[in-house]
């Protein structure tokens, strides 16, 4: 067994939220970049697949969906819109190709098109690029350290010209932080020669696009800005999407995955974009996917809480427990959801009383400001309702879709 197996023996908090983006984007970005390609055809590209399942856990019969199968429902949910969703997974590890074969040739619907490709994605990304023609593309990129050399990335993936792309990097923080350790000494590089040479440093420059992160990583520790390696591996990335933007163009959108809430994000699923709608609505799917999260904890809550009552059983008994937990749950919902539109509502107030109209879909990050991915368009909805009903601003028109309007100040004539 490798170190890494373990991640498929039981499904993380993080893969929840992981999945959660997983079943909500890539429906999104098929249904609408499909709409003017030929056949409805998209490829969805899985660069780092997996197993396909996860192990069972103590009392399933079965492991959790892996993205591989993911992707596989999100081809037959959008094959309803006459969207053709082709799935190229890459796997290196032949174990895991042969178990994801296996998986797909039993799960996966017989109508639909999908390749594995077993090996590395460096050598195998031709192969799929080749496949996916002009087809718009969306790839996944989620290994478990290091991803595609970035010039790959940005030279391969990110240069197919006007047609359609999307990359979502699965961006591991920790490794950043752990790694970087190995400037200052502070972590032991196992792979550091005599000379001096270390491969795994030389690893993450690959990927990283060249040293200069190394330096990034030094000045953040050594400024002690919040002073934590968590925080230097955050301006790495930041400055990561900023070198990304510079050579290709592509814009990011990054969503933080911490394994339990309050803790120090390990994970940033990136989106990398061209499209001006791709992060209002990857916006949608994260806010959708941090509900999935927090359920995801009561439910281990609930089952530690559950546990306690077999060895210490109290009058109440489990019903009850199942009961107040499923009604907690929904009130905390509640004030979260009252609590992100009372955000809003504050933050259209305020940019409205400073420009006559704000457009929803190129201004929404000041829109939701302090609750992006964690509210979503229902929330803006309801903010908009409840001030067109103060008159601030003026009521929107239901019959089109939200993210194309302007909200417009209360008495502003618009010139045509
Ligand atoms: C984090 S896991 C993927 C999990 C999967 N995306 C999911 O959510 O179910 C990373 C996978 O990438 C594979 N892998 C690592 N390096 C690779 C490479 N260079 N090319 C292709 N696959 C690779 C590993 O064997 C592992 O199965």
Redesign the pocket.
Known sequence: MTA?DD??QKKQAA?VL??GI?TRYPPVFATMTGSTSTGGRVVYL???????R?EPEPGEAIGAP???LLAVQNASTVAKWSRDLHCIF????AT?ANNLRQVLSMEAPATLKYEVMQ????H?LDDALSLTGDSPLLA?L???GTA?PYQQMVKRLMNRGDLKTEVLL?LNLEMVWRIGGFLSGEETDDERTTSGRSATLERVDNFLGGRWWRDSFRQARASGFRGSAAAAARKVASEFCQRVEKTTGFRSFAVPISRRPGHTPLFLMILFYRHPAAPYQFNDAASGANGDWRSHFRQVDLAEELAKQQTQPDLFGSDFVVEVSEKDARTVEQQLETAWTDVVTANIRQLIARQPTVSVQSQFDQIYGTTLGLAREKHLRRAWDRLADEKVVQPRNKAEKLRKLTIIRAGHVVML
């Open positions: 890494h991640f498929f893969a992981k999945h997983l899985d660069g780092y697949a997996g197993p396909g996860y892996g993205s591989p890459i796997e290196r590890d895991y090996g590395d994605v460096e195998r996944f989620d290994p478990f595609l699965n």
